[in-house]
T-cell receptor, first 116, second 113 residues
Framework: ETGVTQTPRHLVMGMTNKKSLKCEQH?????MYWYKQSAKKPLELMFV???????ENNSVPSRFSPECPNSSHLFLHLHTLQPEDSALYLC???????????????FGEGSRLTVL | KQEVTQIPAALSVPEGENLVLNCSFT??????LQWFRQDPGKGLTSLLL?????REQTSGRLNASLDKSSGRSTLYIAASQPGDSATYLC????????????FGQGTILTVHP
């Protein structure tokens, strides 16, 4: 039990499909993150939410649309993706500190996305 | 912009060896440094978190050190086991990437029986 749960674990979609990735954290944290992990590249931060407010959009294309309805749930809505978007998408949570810096990050198992 | 480099990219050792993984970062004004483990196709598991004011942290057979002024951290694994085989990732928060975690590319460790 990692405390951060992601569904689905695997997803195959066509370029015209619309799908969503879901993340739920049971750790009482106030910040949640989406990271992208592609082969042979470092993890890339996509979005950050603090207290349900988006505080970071790391130049992510608009075909990725995040949603954070509350501090425990985070979604990543996907539409008209490209084959190069195929990757492992990781959700994480942490307790954001008053200094604005990040506490220890806890990750989910990831959603493996394949775009055909 | 903060950059994190991990050396070596891959390491293969026989069971029982003590080993050291290296991490360096370009901006020494970090808030903390975290070591993670990732098994193939899985998420990241946090191993150790070192605050910028600390020099080292220990957990079981793992010991991580931090030299902030020189921009370096090492992860020491004692008496390695085949179950330690995984990718080890180093990440820092703070500096020019304030509030964000910047990751290295990882070291792929294989411990063979």
């Amino acid at each position: 039990e990692t405390g951060v749960t992601q569904t689905p674990r695997h997803l195959v979609m066509g370029m015209t499909n619309k799908k969503s990735l879901k993340c739920e954290q049971h750790l009482g944290h106030n910040a949640m993150y989406w990271y992208k992990q592609s082969a042979k590249k470092p993890l890339e931060l996509m979005f950050v939410y603090n207290f349900k407010e988006q505080t970071e959009n790391n130049s992510v294309p608009s075909r990725f649309s995040p949603e954070c309805p509350n501090s425990s749930h985070l979604f990543l809505h996907l539409h008209t993706l490209q084959p190069e978007d195929s990757a492992l998408y990781l959700c994480a949570s942490s307790q954001e500190l008053r200094t604005g810096n990040t506490g220890e990050l806890f990750f989910g198992e990831g959603s493996r996305l394949t775009v055909l | 912009k903060q950059e994190v480099t991990q050396i070596p990219a891959a390491l293969s050792v026989p069971e029982g060896e003590n080993l050291v993984l290296n991490c360096s970062f370009t901006d020494s004004a970090i808030y903390n440094l975290q070591w993670f483990r990732q098994d193939p196709g899985k998420g990241l598991t946090s191993l150790l978190l070192i605050q910028s004011s600390q020099r080292e942290q220990t957990s079981g057979r793992l010991n991580a050190s931090l030299d902030k002024s020189s921009g370096r951290s090492t992860l020491y694994i004692a008496a390695s086991q085949p179950g330690d085989s995984a990718t080890y990732l180093c990440a820092v928060t703070g500096g020019t990437s304030y509030g964000k975690l910047t990751f290295g590319q990882g070291t792929i460790l294989t411990v063979h029986p």
